[in-house]
């Protein structure tokens, strides 16, 4: 099989955390994750691959409030790195 890679940089995907301490489950289709080497954010489709989300997908992944706070996590961290 071939490894999944980030839809935005092409990195190879070797992992996936949870951020949900009480759902600690590998990803499922249609659950979403945030590349932490560019930042795109992409849904997983199945067998660990990933894709970028449609513009329907994005329109409501917008509204996630969850989502939103993930992503300025990842860009607060992104600036204080070196
Ligand atoms: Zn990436």
Redesign the pocket.
């Known amino acids: 099989m071939i490894p999944p890679c980030?839809?935005?940089?092409?990195?190879t995907i070797q992992a996936a955390t949870s951020t949900v301490p009480s759902d600690p489950a590998p990803p499922r289709p249609g659950d979403v994750g945030i590349?932490?080497?560019?930042?795109?954010v992409m849904v997983f489709t199945g067998h660990g691959h990933v894709k970028a989300p449609s513009s329907q997908e994005q329109a409501e992944l917008a509204r996630d409030p969850d989502l939103r706070r993930a992503i300025q996590t990842f860009l607060d961290q992104a600036e204080d790195s070196p």
């Open positions: 980030c839809p935005g940089c092409r990195r590349c932490i080497g560019c930042g795109q």
